[in-house]
């Protein structure tokens, strides 16, 4: 992480739309290092150059960022502050990932301050959110960090199995509230190739 960082960080300027959220990665990577003080540092330099644009993406994931950096010098309450104002810019943008994301690291804030409940509750959450927006990678990530903290998630049956990547598209945009006309109008398909889709869902 912490080479990809160095390359993002060398050749995307952190005002190019879209890369706000490599922006804090280095920092990021530093932290999972155990190199806090430098990561600090990083976030800073990152904070510095996104401070003209105040871009909601940015400070979001500079904040569940700072977050670790307070978690890892022991300041739970801080790096809870943090997480919580990640969330909400993550809820306002309307960027579930990210949002679990920072779900992650509130779980790992809870457990390490001894609020086993909160830890658990934050953990589940980030783990729907994985699953309802498809990304596997990161419920294996939440699965993980569920073993290493010893909560019990409830493994329920995947929603999506025995379903094509189409169909799986089309029932998480059911989902969102989408109605057929306006799924058939993203993906560009007609509204009866969508309504086949969804009888096979």
Known sequence: LLAAATQLEAHYDS?????????????????????????AEALERFLATT??????????????????????????????AECERADNLALIVGMPLEAGRTGLVTARCHHLAGRRAAADRALRAARKRFMMTG??????LADQCAAELGIMVEDRPDPFKGLTQREQDIALLVCQGLSNREIADRMYLSPKTVETHLTRV
């Open 15 to 39: 005002l190019e739309p879209g890369t706000h959220l490599f922006g804090p990665a280095k920092a990021d990577a530093l932290v999972q290092l155990g190199r806090t003080d430098e990561a």
């Open 51 to 80: 401070a003209r644009t105040r871009r909601r993406s940015a400070l979001m994931s500079a904040a569940r960022v700072g977050a670790q950096i307070a978690m890892a010098r022991g300041d739970y309450d801080r790096a809870q």
């Open 135 to 140: 990304a596997n990678a990161y419920r294996q």
